[in-house]
C-alpha cells in the first residue's frame, strides 16, 4: 500500500491511476487530517509525501513520522518544487528517502517508488554454496560435507566475499579493505595467513580457493 498526501486533486488523480496501473495499491488524502486518520487503520508501505501542503506542510509530517517508532522506519519520498534546493535539503536532512521535482514524470515516479522500495526491503539471509562448503547466513555456520567447520569472523567473512563472487579474482589490497576495513593499519600479508588458516579447516574443499599468482586469490568451483 502506498498513501500520497497532495492537494492538487489533479495531479493526485493521475498518480494514484499511475500507481494502481502499475500494480500497487494506493491511497490519496488532500491533507494531513485524512492521512493521519488512515495511519491509524493501516501502516504504508511507502509514502509520497507533497512539501506544500494546506495547514501541516510536508516537512512538518515528515518529522512527526520519523519522530515515532511505529513509523521510523517507513519509506518516504517527497515532492518538492523543481527550483527548490532548499526543500530538498531539508526533506533528505529530516529523514526523506528520496525526493520527486515537480512537475515529473510518471514513469519516473514509478522508477523511484521501486527503487526506494528495494532499498528499503529487509535482505534474506542466503545459503551460499560452492563445491561442498555450505555457508548458512541465517545461522553463521559454515559445512564442509554436511560437518560443521568452526572459523574465527575474519575467515568467515573472507569465505563469504568469495563464495559471493565465485570466479571473480580479489587483489591482497582489496581483500584487506573489503574484511579489514579501509582505516586497517596492516599489510597485506595478513590476508595471506587467514587465507591460509581458512584453507586448512576446510579440508579438502580449500583446494576450491585458488591462488592467482602476483594478484591475489579467487573461489572455484
Same mark, same amino acid.
Given at each position: 500500500?502506498?498513501?500520497?498526501?497532495?492537494?492538487?486533486?489533479?495531479?493526485?488523480?493521475?498518480?494514484?491511476?499511475?500507481?494502481?496501473?502499475?500494480?500497487?495499491?494506493?491511497?490519496?488524502?488532500?491533507?494531513?487530517?485524512?492521512?493521519?486518520?488512515?495511519?491509524?487503520?493501516?501502516?504504508?508501505?511507502?509514502?509520497?509525501?507533497?512539501?506544500?501542503?494546506?495547514?501541516?506542510?510536508?516537512?512538518?509530517?515528515?518529522?512527526?513520522? $520519523? %519522530? /515515532? =517508532?511505529?513509523?521510523? &522506519? *517507513?519509506?518516504?519520498?517527497?515532492?518538492?518544487?523543481? #527550483?527548490?534546493?532548499?526543500?530538498? +535539503?531539508?526533506?533528505?536532512?529530516?529523514?526523506?528517502?528520496?525526493?520527486?521535482?515537480?512537475?515529473?514524470?510518471?514513469?519516473?515516479?514509478?522508477?523511484?517508488?521501486?527503487?526506494?522500495?528495494? $532499498? %528499503? /526491503? =529487509?535482505?534474506?539471509? &542466503? *545459503?551460499?554454496?560452492?563445491?561442498?562448503?555450505?555457508? #548458512?547466513?541465517?545461522?553463521?555456520? +559454515?559445512?564442509?560435507?554436511?560437518?560443521?567447520?568452526?572459523?574465527?569472523?575474519?575467515?568467515?567473512?573472507?569465505?563469504?566475499?568469495?563464495?559471493?563472487?565465485?570466479?571473480?579474482?580479489?587483489? $591482497?589490497?582489496?581483500?584487506?579493505?573489503?574484511?579489514?576495513?579501509?582505516?586497517?593499519?596492516?599489510?597485506?600479508?595478513?590476508?595471506?595467513?587467514?587465507?591460509?588458516?581458512?584453507?586448512?579447516?576446510?579440508?579438502?574443499?580449500?583446494?576450491?580457493?585458488?591462488?592467482?599468482?602476483?594478484?591475489?586469490?579467487?573461489?572455484?568451483?
Amino acid at each position: 500500500m502506498i498513501y500520497y498526501v497532495e492537494d492538487d486533486s489533479s495531479i493526485r488523480d493521475l498518480m494514484l491511476y499511475t500507481l494502481k496501473a502499475s500494480g500497487y495499491e494506493a491511497r490519496g488524502f488532500a491533507d494531513s487530517r485524512g492521512f493521519w486518520e488512515a495511519l491509524k487503520e493501516r501502516t504504508p508501505d511507502l509514502i509520497l509525501l507533497d512539501i506544500m501542503l494546506p495547514g501541516e506542510d510536508g516537512i512538518s509530517i515528515l518529522k512527526k513520522l $520519523r %519522530s /515515532s =517508532p511505529v513509523t521510523e &522506519e *517507513i519509506p518516504i519520498i517527497m515532492a518538492t518544487a523543481k #527550483d527548490s534546493e532548499y526543500d530538498k +535539503v531539508i526533506g533528505l536532512d529530516s529523514g526523506a528517502d528520496d525526493y520527486l521535482a515537480k512537475p515529473f514524470g510518471m514513469m519516473e515516479m514509478i522508477s523511484r517508488i521501486k527503487a526506494v522500495l528495494r $532499498r %528499503s /526491503s =529487509p535482505r534474506q539471509p &542466503e *545459503i551460499l554454496e560452492c563445491g561442498g562448503i555450505k555457508l #548458512d547466513e541465517g545461522r553463521h555456520v +559454515v559445512t564442509v560435507n554436511e560437518k560443521n567447520v568452526a572459523i574465527t569472523l575474519k575467515e568467515y567473512e573472507l569465505l563469504k566475499l568469495l563464495m559471493e563472487n565465485v570466479g571473480q579474482v580479489f587483489t $591482497r589490497e582489496v581483500l584487506l579493505s573489503k574484511v579489514w576495513g579501509m582505516d586497517f593499519i596492516g599489510e597485506t600479508r595478513t590476508v595471506d595467513v587467514h587465507i591460509g588458516t581458512l584453507r586448512t579447516k576446510l579440508a579438502e574443499c580449500g583446494k576450491l580457493i585458488k591462488t592467482v599468482r602476483g594478484v591475489g586469490y579467487k573461489m572455484e568451483e
